[in-house]
């Protein structure tokens, strides 16, 4: 498939002289309508099986998307353990977002297309408050440690749900051996936005993916865990192998692995999954 974004690119820096656009949401949709311009004109329903973190990235990428084509787009979301169930257990999609951990048994299964997943972002975890708390010390791993033996109540995904940051989480306060202490005062959350629990009192700390936190209002991200001890979310995306709609699941695959989704993910907490 030729590299349709680099030709749109091309001609628009051949009209404005621009060397890199600044993408406003106007310029985001004709960009977009320029990198898919090469795709079949037959409008397709497309269904997006996407994992925790990543979900606000994919909505924002919709409406762009599906005015630019014709083709309309369904995003479902859940716990990176929660979707690989529902896929193994025989959900349809058309495009996938998950870790690429989880993609593993999915492709020798053959439910992803071979050359698929392709990388998309990463995230880390944050802490955060509610707005006008005082906010913690958490500069070194020793000040993290403190600050949740400190508080009240911390809240986190619940690892059981099979959130990736509440499995990292509960793996380290283990080898500090302070998992017993922490467990006593967690906020367990199944699934969605742990920083909603600080704002509504039952929490003094969150601690979650970064794009999480800054979604919640009036939550406020302290900062992001130390570096030693810091945890990357990868996600990647994939197009199934038994997708009646394969041209369209690509097209927005596209869009989502390419530089036009750089300027959302800089928004949402995130960046670019690199090499």
Do not use: C
Request: hydrophobic share 50%; proline share 6%; glycine share 10%.
């Amino acid at each position: 498939m030729p590299n349709i974004f680099a030709h749109a690119l091309h001609r628009f820096r051949s009209t404005t002289g621009s060397a890199w656009p600044r993408l406003s949401g106007p310029m985001l949709g004709a960009l977009l309508a320029a990198t898919v311009a090469g795709a079949p004109a037959h409008a397709a329903d497309i269904k997006v099986l996407t994992t925790g973190a990543y979900k606000s990235v994919v909505q924002e990428m919709v409406a762009p998307f599906e005015k630019a084509t014709g083709h309309k787009v369904e995003v479902v979301n859940d716990t990176a353990g929660a979707v690989v169930k529902r896929v193994a257990g025989g959900e349809t999609f058309d495009v996938l977002v998950l870790t690429p951990g989880g993609f593993t048994e999915l492709a020798k299964s053959g439910r992803v297309v071979a050359d698929t997943p392709v990388g998309l972002a990463k995230v880390g975890i944050g802490v955060a408050v509610k707005q006008g708390a005082a906010k913690p010390d958490i500069s070194t791993a020793d000040a993290f440690k403190r600050a949740l033996l400190n508080a009240r109540a911390v809240a986190m995904i619940d690892p059981a749900a099979g959130g990736s940051s509440g499995i990292y989480l509960m793996k380290l306060f283990e080898r500090w051996g302070i998992a017993d202490a922490v467990k006593a005062k967690a906020v367990l959350v199944p699934g969605g936005l742990v920083a909603t629990r600080v704002v509504s009192g039952e929490a003094d700390l969150a601690i979650h993916q970064i794009s999480e936190i800054i979604a919640v209002k009036d939550a406020v991200l302290v900062g992001p865990l130390p570096a030693d001890i810091q945890n990357f979310t990868v996600y990647a995306g994939g197009v199934s192998a038994t997708s009646k709609a394969p041209d369209a699941a690509r097209a927005f695959l596209k869009v989502l692995s390419g530089p036009e989704a750089a300027r959302v993910l800089a928004a949402k907490g995130m960046e670019p999954a690199g090499p």
